[in-house]
Structures are given as structure tokens and as C-alpha cells.
């Protein structure tokens, strides 16, 4: 039997929305048009223009709604400018759902725009390799390759994807890829050390896993130190996030079908995720798969049980004793990445563990509440737009006057990483990987190259 949800082969209703959830008339009748949101909206502070702020896009879909103005390429690409990041929905002082409505238009525009043929090449290239890590672990050895024999400098130096912006975006944004990405997976089990407190399951995304994978393996080594039995499936995916951000829902809801088979059986009293913009969406496949009678259910138990690991570790308390990183103090700044900040309210309890760090010391940055321009592949499909709200966030980053930058999250880090290049030499680090280092007692030595030895 499949597993496709009811709607899910619904025909396309091309220049409309289709009966596939649209947009709801009554979430859009909620925004009174006040403009709070407009300071809050990235898009907008860039562009500039009405129709790319959430105002402005409620009355699109308003109008679409009504038949007042088609699905077309000159509507469609006010929704694209959209980077999803729901900083509205925390300023909005109506409680204008502005989350649930762009999610639903997403998938509008993908089923019933036709995107003109090298955009639909493009998309079909992200979508089929960015949420599949096997098919980017084939891709690491020739990676490793292109930076080692000097090809990558050669690339940047002479500009030759200076023609086709989404491509040269996409390669400037690469990291050098970790001799850890060729190791063995984590183990299936980890025991925990000392009286075991709670058995949680871990998920390790997909770049994540490949390019961030000592940050994994400090997750577990965290969890584990602090009472934790640490399950980590071998079968599991991609959580489906990238695709959901972008409207491909019929992909998003088979692999968060995927993520829920590969956890069934492993008894866990929660999932603990590590990266934000994927612990957004894993919270709310209980929404993703609602139409589908066989998951439906299933899908509500497993987002109940997600927690992100900063969220998990604040709530049960740190057992593990913390030692100084430095011998001096350690100036630090929080980046909050925006699914973590506007989409799960967590922003409090990152900087709480930071802070029992001895010998850390807090900074916080002008406009933290507004995107670095990540988003997911927005820094890819929307690399002007993204480039400006990149350089931005590195500058007030800077401004701090902080050692160090802490992100919890994979795009956030490239993203920043990318335009720090020229700039101050300051190393990007992962919560986790400060806590792994304090836990187990190894110093953090920062110098020229920005990067922290190990």
C-alpha cells in the first residue's frame, strides 16, 4: 500500500491555488497590516519594497485567493524573497500566523508556477542531493580533491562562476571538508557514564553529519557524560526540512515518514537534535503529515518527544563538571539562528549552558533577532539578497568584540564562515563543541588562522 497522503497527486491548477490547503482565509484576515513586521523582516530591509514583506505577501495571497491576481511569475517571486525566518510572527502584536500561511503557500507555488526550465534544472539539483548524505558522501573524495590541489583557489581567484551566481554561491559557501567525514558513523549505542538518567536518540542531519560531524560526535559525547544513554539509528535520512521550507511537500512528507520508521522500536525518552532549522520542522510534522491516516498519529508521538540538545540539556540540568576553556576569560557571541529563536522560543537556555562555562563571558549583538541570510539554500537560490544580510550579521558579530562565535546551527555557521573571509580571523564554533571541550577538560587555543586547535 503507499504511503501517499490523500491529496498528495492532486492535479496542478495552474495561475491559483488548488484545494490542497491554501492559504487560510481566516489566518489572513487576522493581519490588521499595522506594519510591525516590516523592521523585523529581512527581506524587506534589503528590498525595500511592500510586496516583499509579510504584509505585503498576506495581501498576495489574499488576492490570489480571490482571484484578484494570478500565480505568476511576477507574484511567485515575492514569496521566493521570503526567507521563512518568522521574525514577524514573534513582533506581530495581532498573532498573525504568518508561519502557517507562507508553509502553505510554498507547496501552492511549486505544484501550480511553472518555474521556467533552468530554475526547475537548479531545484531538481538541491532537492536530489543536498537532503540524501549518501549521495553527498560521493561527492566528498572529489571535494577534498578540488580544495587540496588548489583548484577551489583557482575558481575564486579567476571568477569563473562569476556567470551563474546560484553555482558560484552555492561553492562559496563549501567548507573544507573534515577528515572526519571518512571515519565510521557514530556507534548505534552509547552508554551512559555514570547513573544513566535518561536514553535519548540522536539524529545527525545531513550536512551536518559530512561536513559538521565532530559536532555529532561532541553532541554525543555531552549527552553521554551528563546521565545519557545515547541511541543514534543507522537507517535515518534527512529530517525533511530543506525540502519543506521550499514547498516540496510530497518529498518533505516521505522523509519524515523515513525519520519516524527509523526511530519505531528504539524506545527513547526524547530526540534530540543539534541543528535548528531541522529541529523546527521535526516538531511539526504532526502539521506535515496531518492528512496522512497512517502516520498521522505516529508523527504527533515523535515530534512530541524532539527537543533541541540545548533545550534538553537546560531542562535536565548539566551533571558533568565544566572546567575553564582558557586561562583567562573567554569573550563569546551567541548567533541565534532564527528557526531555533522565532520558530522553537529558544533563546534563553543556549546562553545559560554557555554561561556555566567558567570563565566565559556573554556578548550580545546589535539586530540579534534578524537572519544572517542562510535560511537554508535561500543563500543559494537568493544570493544577493543573502549576501547583504550575511555581511551585516558578521559586522555586528564583530562589533562585540568577541573571541569566539557560537552557532547552533550548520547553515548559520557557512554562512557566517563565508563573510568572515577578509575580515577579523575569529573561529565559528558549535554550543557543543565548547561544552565537549569543558566537560573533558581541553583547553581551547585560539590563533591567527581563526580556527580553534584541537
Known sequence: MSNSGPLESIE????????????????????????????????????????????????????????????????????????????????????????????????QIERNYPRPLPERVFRALLFNLVPYPRRLRALLAPLLLYQKLGLQRVVRAAKLLEPFPRLASME???????????????????????QKRYRVGVILGCVQRLFFADVNAATVRVLSANGCEVVVPQGQGCCAALPHHQGQEAQAKTLARQMIDSFANTDVDAVIINASG???????????????????????????????????????GLTAPLSPLQAESLRVVYQDACHMLHGQKISVQPRQ?????????????????????????????????????GQRKVKNLLNTGAELIVSANPGCAMQI?????????????????????????????LHGSGHPES
Open 12 to 107: 496542478p491548477n495552474l495561475g491559483r491555488f488548488d484545494a490542497d490547503h491554501p492559504p487560510d482565509p481566516g489566518l489572513i484576515d487576522a493581519c490588521v497590516h499595522c506594519g510591525f513586521c516590516l523592521s523585523t523582516c529581512p527581506s524587506y530591509r534589503v528590498m525595500g519594497t511592500e510586496t516583499d514583506s509579510p504584509r505585503g505577501r498576506i495581501y498576495l495571497m489574499d488576492a490570489i485567493n480571490e482571484g484578484k491576481i494570478p500565480l505568476s511569475k511576477a507574484s511567485a517571486q515575492h514569496f521566493d524573497s521570503c526567507l521563512g525566518c518568522l521574525a514577524c510572527v514573534t513582533a506581530c502584536p495581532s498573532g498573525v500566523q504568518y508561519d502557517k500561511l507562507i508553509e502553505a503557500t510554498r507547496p
Open 172 to 194: 562559496s559557501l563549501l567548507p573544507p571538508v573534515p577528515q572526519s567525514a571518512f571515519r565510521g558513523s557514530i556507534a548505534v549505542l552509547t552508554p551512559a557514564q555514570g
Open 278 to 316: 531541522c529541529g523546527h520542522t521535526l516538531k511539526n510534522y504532526g502539521e506535515l503529515l496531518q492528512d496522512d491516516p497512517q502516520y498521522c498519529e505516529r508523527a504527533q508521538q515523535f515530534a512530541s518527544k524532539v527537543k533541541d540538545v540545548q533545550e534538553f540539556l537546560y531542562e535536565v
Open 353 to 389: 549552558l554557555l554561561r556555566q562555562i567558567p570563565g566565559v563571558q556573554l556578548r550580545e549583538p546589535l539586530d540579534a533577532a534578524i537572519c544572517c541570510g542562510s535560511s537554508g539554500v535561500y543563500n543559494i537560490l537568493q544570493p544577493e539578497v543573502a549576501a547583504e544580510l
Open 417 to 445: 564562515n563565508k563573510h568572515l573571509e577578509g575580515q577579523k580571523a575569529i573561529p565559528v564554533m558549535h554550543p557543543m563543541e565548547l561544552l565537549d571541550r569543558s566537560i573533558r577538560g581541553v583547553a581551547l587555543s
